[in-house]
């Protein structure tokens, strides 16, 4: 059993005083939370309208390729004119204390090739901007991705904390402030009595 505090005027404001912050403490971990809740489904809303995206963007991808192939043979050769991107770069954006990560891809001029003209065509043409726009939206997914996680993470640890601040220290804090209020109530009824049998005992020797 938890030792209670000592019935004292300071002691008193003291719970009084925690007691206060607790609650206050607890209404903003519950804004916090619902916040955070809200941002995170609205990212999953988000995720799986790109993810069904990026399943067609896919698909029709590898149908162009499949119509280059037969149309240039086998694009081994070509693809290796395609460069390796290094553009992407991450920053971070805050919500409610939380990091959440902002991915960037340098995307290339509207008429920029890295291939010849005279050993492709329409159709090679097709499959790399079509490659070009799945790229695009998986870095867009994964911001996304890591944005859920890592909100969810935070929501998992807030509602962690305003459980402990709701179930257990407020009650605490609501049991101190009952006790210490007793406890000096019904001092102060005896230090009454006390005074009146005093007061009492006085008349009669008067």
């Known amino acids: 059993m938890a030792q209670q505090a000592v019935p004292t005027k300071g002691n008193l404001m003291a719970a009084k005083k925690s007691l206060a912050l607790a609650r206050v403490g607890y209404e903003l971990l519950d804004k916090k939370r619902n916040i955070l809740i ?3 489904m609205s990212l999953i809303d988000r995720a799986s309208e790109i993810q069904g995206t990026i399943d067609g ?3 029709d991808a590898y149908k162009a390729l499949e ?3 037969i149309t240039l043979g086998f694009c081994n050769e070509l693809s290796k004119t395609i460069p390796f991107d290094t553009s992407v770069s991450m920053d971070s954006r805050s919500i409610m204390g939380v990091e959440i990560p ?3 891809i340098e995307k290339p001029e509207e008429n920029e090739l890295h291939y010849g003209l005279s050993g492709t065509n329409a159709r090679f043409d097709e499959a790399v901007a079509l490659f070009m726009q799945a790229k695009y939206l998986t870095v867009e997914l994964a911001e996304i991705e890591n ?3 890592r909100l969810a993470v935070a929501i998992k640890q807030t509602q962690k904390r305003a459980n402990a601040l709701k179930n257990i220290m407020i009650p605490k804090f609501e ?3 009952k006790f210490i209020t ?3 109530d019904e001092k102060d009824r005896e230090e009454f009595s006390r005074l009146k049998v005093i007061k009492k005992q006085k008349a009669n020797k008067a």
């Open 38 to 40: 809200r941002e995170m």
């Open 57 to 59: 963007a896919f698909s």
């Open 67 to 69: 119509k280059a192939n």
């Open 102 to 104: 902002m991915l960037s």
């Open 147 to 149: 944005s859920v996680f």
């Open 175 to 177: 049991a101190d402030v």
């Open 182 to 184: 007793d406890a000096l």
